[in-house]
């Protein structure tokens, strides 16, 4: 069979090469005009995000609507960066300078950077730009001031050794600065404002001058009523009269019964006069108010509680502070209320009501909403304390407390354990007798001697000497965070049977959050004449 000549398949492959190019030129156009596209669009971004630049009589200046100095210092290309930078290396080079006793190129340099200083705050005052024409003869004779302080005797090795000792230097004066401050705002936190102790003087010269108040305690600390298990009891161990108040008004006002509620506060002798005086001249709806001084509890002293002997220690303040400065401990446990035994009573509630069955702790900063009488019905399943859980924040897990490299620790907790607060606590004082928590509390206390095992205050050594005997308790019960969070939701707060101020903004400072304050003033006696005429007036 003949083959076809070669001229009749030669039209055929033409018209396949025609279309292949045809497809390929295609292509090529299509994919220029997608770059042509994306660049355009690249190139208006930049133009809507930088601001143009703009060559008028010799000057570079931004084009702007509302100049931002902040925005305009951040900003590479600009001069005022361009000061901002010099003039770190020059107060760098200051600080070498004087350190060799080289006064006079100090002093050059500390001219020209005030002179910058000047520059920058007329620019922002005014709104203006940073202009070449001004900025540039600054900037030059700068630099040159900064090449003779590198020319004079300062190499590389030198600048950085000197830099880094005054950065270790600065960062130790800083630390030590953290820890004094806090600790001084603490104690001016504890301390009672001026109005208020206009409140206490006026009550302590009631006590002293009316009888009458005399006759109507005797008559209270003989009443029945504060042994009989048959009521519901309530503790409180404060030196602040108004907190107190509040919580004991609070309490008796949304209750059913009032007249069934008992109220067993322990105070201080300078405050014991004042806290007698006011209880026993208020009316608090039936309810009774037992008050003590604990410098009448005699058994607790420094042969039985280890607490007590380290507070009447000399020195125990800067013990404390050099303890958390070698201890790492957080200045928030500096507070100078765990410095006062009155904090620490918690740990003695069953010897100091032994015929107690079960019994409510209130700290002073809190506010009840709700009736706490369900408490003393509630199953705590053996355990001695109830309370609610706070490990829903990372902070308040045990390795948070405690230092787990010691062995003492690690074998017998859980690392990973979660917290719980005071402030409202529920005792099963029967099982506390039982399982002698008191006695776990000083063991703890003794091993912590040193302050190496646990952080400063009472919660760390509650969750050790309640680890095991705690019942969780639903959180509506108690709704933290009011002395330091200005973001609690208000249906957990509404929601609340107590809500605690703990932090340091309490609400009966002034720089307490505004926020939450009414929740304390509506239980506060408003109309009583001494706090008309010392915190009206």
């Given amino acids: 069979m003949r083959r076809r000549a070669a001229e009749y398949r030669r039209p055929g492959r ?16 299509i994919g220029g005009f997608i770059l042509l596209a994306v660049k355009q669009n690249q190139e208006y971004h930049q ?87 001004k900025a540039e003869p600054l900037i030059k004779s700068l630099s040159t001031l900064i090449f003779k302080a590198q020319d004079a005797h300062y190499d590389i090795a030198t600048t950085i050794m000197t830099m880094k000792s005054h950065i270790q230097a600065l960062e130790e004066r800083a630390n030590a600065a953290t820890v004094q401050s806090t600790y001084f705002g603490q104690l001016g936190v504890e301390s009672v404002p001026k109005n208020l102790h ?110 007590v002997k380290k507070l009447t220690e000399t020195g125990i303040q800067e013990y404390d502070l050099e303890q958390s400065r070698d201890s790492n401990n957080e200045p928030k446990f500096l507070n100078p209320k765990y410095q006062s035994l009155l904090n620490h009573l918690r740990f003695y509630i069953p010897e100091i009501y032994p015929h107690l069955e079960k019994i409510v702790f209130l700290d002073d900063d809190v506010v009840v909403q709700k009736d706490l009488t369900p408490l003393f019905s509630l199953d705590l399943h053996g355990n001695v304390n109830g309370a609610v859980e706070t490990c829903l924040e990372a902070f308040h897990r045990f390795y948070k407390y405690f230092n787990f490299k010691n062995p003492i620790l690690s074998s017998k907790f859980d690392p990973q354990a979660c917290g719980w607060a005071f402030g409202l606590n529920v ?48 959180r509506r019960w108690h709704v933290l965070g009011l002395g330091y969070d200005v973001n609690i939701d208000n249906r957990l707060i509404e929601s609340a049977a107590v809500v605690h101020y703990n932090g340091n903004l309490k609400p009966w400072l002034k720089f307490g959050i505004g926020r939450y304050r009414s929740l304390w003033e509506r239980y506060v006696n408003q109309t009583h004449p001494y706090i008309i005429d010392c915190v009206t007036n």
Avoid at 88 to 106: F, G, S
Avoid at 454 to 474: H, I, M, N, S
Wanted: proline share 3%.
């Fill in 14 to 29: 033409r018209r396949v090469s025609i279309w292949i190019w045809v497809g390929l030129i295609g292509l090529f156009c």
């Fill in 47 to 133: 133009d809507q995000q930088h601001p143009i630049l703009v060559r008028n009589d010799g000057t570079l200046q931004y084009s702007h609507d509302n100049l931002n100095i902040t925005k305009e210092t951040t900003t590479a290309n600009s001069y005022a960066r361009q000061l901002l930078d010099q003039m770190t290396l020059a107060k760098a080079y200051i600080v070498i300078a004087k350190e060799h006793n080289n006064h006079h190129p100090a002093w050059e340099l500390t001219s020209k950077i005030r002179s910058c200083q000047f520059l920058l705050s007329k620019a922002a005052m005014r709104d203006t730009p940073m202009t070449q024409n």
């Fill in 198 to 307: 206009c409140v206490n003087v006026k009550l302590l010269s009631s006590w002293l001058t009316v009888k009458n108040l005399h006759e109507v305690t005797n008559e209270i600390k003989n009443s029945p009523r504060l042994v009989d298990n048959n009521f519901y009891h309530f503790c409180i161990f404060s030196d602040n009269l108004l907190a107190v108040s509040a919580v004991v008004n609070s309490t008796v006002s949304n209750t059913d019964h009032p007249k069934q509620l008992v109220f067993h506060i322990v105070t201080n002798e300078p405050n014991y006069g004042a806290m007698q005086a006011w209880f026993v001249s208020n009316d608090f709806k039936g309810s009774i108010i037992e008050v003590q001084k604990v410098e009448d509890f005699t058994w607790l002293n420094a042969s039985y509680s280890p607490i």
């Fill in 427 to 474: 005792f099963d004082l029967v099982a506390w007798r039982n399982a002698k928590v008191t006695d776990v509390y000083h063991y703890w206390q003794e091993q912590n001697s040193d302050g190496s095992l646990l952080k400063l205050g009472t919660l760390p050594v509650g969750l050790l000497a309640f680890y095991g005997r705690t019942e969780p308790l639903d």
